[in-house]
Structures are given as C-alpha cells and as structure tokens.
C-alpha cells in the first residue's frame, strides 16, 4: 500500500468505484448489510486506510478529506457512505490507545473497526481486567469488522461509584444477533452485538471520559494533528459527508430526471419546464449548499485546531455538535422536498430517491445527529450555561 495519496487522489479512486456502489444498492438494501464487492473496492480504494496512523501503513487524512470521499459515496448510496464514517471513527478511537494496543488491532487488518458511543453493558473486574456482558444495538459495519470499541459501566477505582470504560474486543469474541430491519440505511447491517462473559485485558480499556477529552495514553500519537481535538468534534467532522452527500445526490438525481418524465395531469412533457419545479430545485439547492456550509467549517475547524495544536473553547466543542444538527437538518430538508417533488413513481422500490430519503430520515435520528439535541446544547453554552452531557 502505498503513502498518504492526498486528497486529490483518494477522491479519484472513490469516485472511479462509484457505479459499483451504485449497482449494488439495492442488493445492500434488501440483504441489509454491505455487499462483499463493495467493501472489497473500499479497501483496495484505500479508504479504510484513511484514519489510520502511517506507521501502520495508514494516510492519517484530514477530516476534509474524510468529507469528501463520504459526500462521494453517499451520492452512490447512504449505507456505504455511513458505513464508511462509522469505521472511521472508532478507527480513530484505537490510537487513543497504548501503542501496542494499536498494533494489535491496526497493523494486521487496517481500520475496519466498528463501534458505539452508547453504554451496553457491565464490566467485572478481575485479575488483569475485565469480564464483560452485555448488548450494543444499532453498531454499523458490525458483519464486516474485525474489531469493535464497547462501552460498559465498571466500579470506579476507589469503590464509590460506577464509570463508563472504552474496551476494544476482537468481533471473534462477541455474537452478532440479525436484528437489522430498519426502514432506513438498511444496508448498513447496523445489527445488535452481544458479550458473554468475554474477558479483555487491561490494556485495551480505558475510561471513557478520558477518550472524550481527548487524553490519548498513545506516545506516539501525541502530537499527531488528527488526535488533537476532541472526541465528539472529530465524530461530527469525520459524519458529516453523508448527509452532505445525500442532499447534493438527490439533488443531482432530481435534475436529471427531471428533463425525462413529465407532470401527471397537466400539459408539462418536461417537469424541468415547470415555474414550480424551478422553485422546488432553487430551495432545494440553497438548502443543499447551506448543508455543506456547515459540513466545510465544521472540518475546517476540526483540521486547523489540529494542525495547530491549539486548545479548544467549550464554545467551539458545543459548536461542532451544532453545526452537526444543521448540516442535517437543511441536507433532510433538501432530500425531503425533492423526494416529494419526485413524482408517484418514486416510490417504487427501483426509484434510488425513495432510499435516498430514507436514508437521510434514519441519520437526523442519530443521537449524535439529531438537530435539535444539538441546537439544544449549542444554546445552553451560548446562554452561559454548563453543558448537560458528557459527549461534547
């Protein structure tokens, strides 16, 4: 594999699988997990690689980049843009790690890391770590990772309380229950994740608030530019291609057509030829461009800080998270009006618009994506107040 190829070229390659994404989507959709070709030109692609530290053979891609190829991918389909993010990001995650931490899970399968946020389950301690159980739902790319970051409750050191943790488990050791049948990015395989009784060791747990301050026990990521921000602004920046992505999509797929069908029941041939059509793709294209407005300086932020090593304001955390609620916020809005503009036909299964706009409904109801949570949040700091949650 080679070196970092740079943006310019990572996009290329993207862009080059794109009718491959794009021919097995419905096949994703109705199997409900990525198919087997698709994650095959995604790693050939070198997209998994994307995140992961060059010492590993990895690009360490700014998350601009990441932007990129994901508002690429999700023109093509929303599952494998989402996919694609989701391994991105616990990927990251692993180099927060010790250092052999991540040779282990790194050096030999590159970044197919699949994860949550989310605590599931109940951590024992015992003679060099962890028992663990428990039950993770809603875990992306879980059919086709080789590992996955889990977050369980344990005893704090001192026995007065109870701590979230971050544990990396090989996806040997945890039974994938097939319960995926969602109505959107179904081909996602976000399926539910089980431990029984799985013993991990005490290298591969940390605390959870420390991850999401950023407090890498990694020497030699320390000052790597992408580990330095914070955890939920690097989740929003390395999110916010798909959505971004969807809008411009749909947007794209609408004016297309638009010039191929007429209006049911009125003299237009062509609905391009339609005052309201040209209403319909003007909104639908401010919306679009105000999505990725916020998606380009949500990144922006993300890699300056970064590459600049500087501190971060509470303000500019809770602004990640804002700018994340509306980047969805305006790309559903945008996907919304132009599926409805679409005409009967589009609900036929076939019609690509009908998954598009279930796809960007699924993702405004992602905890981390979810508009008004995050406008919530980015007002109560405005306001002068502290913060309620733990993930900013």
């Known amino acids: 594999m080679d070196n970092d190829p740079g943006r310019e070229e990572i996009v290329k390659r993207v862009r080059a699988i794109v009718p491959l994404v794009r021919e097995h989507a419905p096949w994703q959709d109705e199997n409900r997990r990525l198919h087997d070709e698709v994650v095959e030109a995604l790693d050939e692609a070198g997209v998994f690689r994307m995140r992961v530290p060059t010492r590993y053979g990895g690009y360490e891609s700014d998350t601009r980049t990441t932007l990129e190829v994901a508002s690429v991918l999700a023109q093509a389909d929303g599952a494998t843009a989402w996919n694609t993010s989701v391994w991105w990001i616990p990927t990251w995650m692993v180099g927060m790690f010790p250092d052999h931490v991540q040779e282990e899970v790194l050096s030999e399968h590159g970044g197919r890391v699949c994860g949550t946020l989310s605590p599931g389950g109940a951590a024992e301690p015992t003679d060099g770590g962890f028992v663990v159980n428990g039950r993770w739902g809603f875990i992306s790319a879980a059919p086709h990772s080789h590992w996955q970051s889990i977050i369980a409750v344990t005893p704090t050191p001192d026995g007065s309380g109870m701590q979230p943790i971050m544990a990396l488990v090989p996806m040997s050791d945890l039974r994938l229950v097939d319960d995926w049948h969602a109505a959107g990015l179904r081909g996602s395989g976000s399926v539910t994740t089980v431990a029984e009784n799985v013993f991990v060791p005490s290298d591969r747990v940390l605390p959870l608030g420390a991850v999401m301050q950023g407090q890498t026990v990694s020497e030699a990521n320390r000052e790597l530019p992408m580990y330095r921000a914070p955890l939920l602004a690097v989740a ?13 999509g749909a947007l794209e797929l609408f004016l297309e057509r638009s010039t191929e069908r007429g209006i049911t029941y009125t003299d237009y041939g062509r609905q391009a030829d339609a005052p309201v059509t040209h209403l319909q793709v003007a909104q639908a294209s401010l919306m679009a461009d105000e999505a990725r407005f916020h998606a380009e300086r949500l990144t922006s932020v993300v890699d300056a800080k970064g590459s600049l090593g500087e501190e971060w304001s509470l303000l500019e ?41 279930r796809d960007i409904t699924a993702l405004n109801l992602h905890a981390l994506m979810y508009p008004d949570t995050g406008f919530e949040l980015y007002g109560r700091v405005l306001s002068g107040l502290e913060p309620n949650t733990l993930y900013i």
Do not use: F, I, N
């Open 236 to 248: 929003a920046a390395t999110s916010a291609g798909t959505p971004t992505g969807l809008a411009e």
């Open 317 to 357: 955390r809770a602004r990640c998270r804002a700018d994340m609620s509306a980047l969805c916020r305006r790309a559903k809005d945008a996907v919304t009006l132009l599926g409805e503009a679409s005409g009967g036909r589009s609900v036929y299964t076939e019609h690509p618009m009908q998954r598009m706009v």
